[in-house]
């Protein structure tokens, strides 16, 4: 089985700071990984993945993440934040191999001030 | 292509009573899941079909089900409504095609019961 943590239920941070949401994972086989954006009143949308090759990963709306290996970590990074990337923002993860469910984090909360 | 839709948009029930949710794929997708996302708990998942059957199930009780017609729409059903059970119903569908799992999530039901 396969596990996420989120280590940041909410990240507050200025307009045009830097920011990193932290995702670790736990597996005992190798992984896909993902990280979805959920705007208010709206589903999830897929932001980036890793399925495999270069471990860095650039994904829409200028976020990046980077999978460690031996960290299990796959930690998601915009360098500069806008109003507008104001959501909720889930780490998945999914066993090479595995059924098409992936599981999710329990989320992370942006909160873009002005 | 469409995305996923959901009918429902918004739903109120009362305790005790039954609702059903709809579901429409993207056209070619034969893996529908639903997820319940509450507050609490975050996104849990409920179940999973493929061509019409019940591929994977996730750890909610009887009262919650569902299927999948030859089309690939799919129904949840919650019979005997409990206040708990307010929550956003969501249903993404999937596709061998998309490496990993990657799940295409629709806009959701809110549900809420009184």
């Known amino acids: 089985a396969q596990s996420v943590t989120q280590l940041d239920s909410q990240v507050p941070v200025f307009e045009e700071a830097p920011v990193e949401l932290r995702c670790n994972y736990s597996s005992s086989v190798s992984v896909y990984l993902f990280w979805y954006v959920q705007y208010p009143n709206q589903g999830l949308q897929l932001l980036l993945k890793?399925?495999?090759?270069?471990?860095l990963v650039k994904g829409i709306n200028g976020f990046e993440a980077e999978f460690n290996k031996s960290q299990t970590s796959f930690h998601l990074r915009k360098p500069s934040v806008h109003i507008s990337d104001t959501a909720e923002y889930f780490c998945a993860v999914n066993r090479r191999g595995g059924s098409y469910i992936p599981t999710f984090g329990r989320g992370t909360s942006l909160i873009v001030h002005p | 292509k469409a995305g996923v839709t959901q009918t429902p948009r918004y739903l109120i029930k009362t305790r005790g009573q039954q609702v059903t949710l709809s579901c429409s794929p993207i056209s070619g997708h034969r893996s529908v899941s639903w997820y319940q996302q509450t507050p609490g708990q975050g996104l849990q998942f409920l179940f999973e079909?493929?061509?019409?059957?019940?591929?994977n199930k996730g750890n909610f009780p009887g009262r919650f089900s569902g299927r999948q017609f030859s089309n690939s729409r799919s129904e949840m059903n919650v019979s005997t409504l409990e206040l708990g059970d307010s929550a956003l119903y969501l249903c993404?569908?999937?596709?061998?095609?998309?490496?990993?799992?990657?799940?295409?999530f629709g806009p959701g039901t809110r549900l809420t019961v009184l």
């Open positions: 890793y399925l495999s090759g270069s471990t």
């Open positions: 079909y493929f061509s019409e059957t019940q591929r």
């Open positions: 993404a569908s999937s596709s061998a095609l998309h490496s990993g799992g990657e799940q295409f």
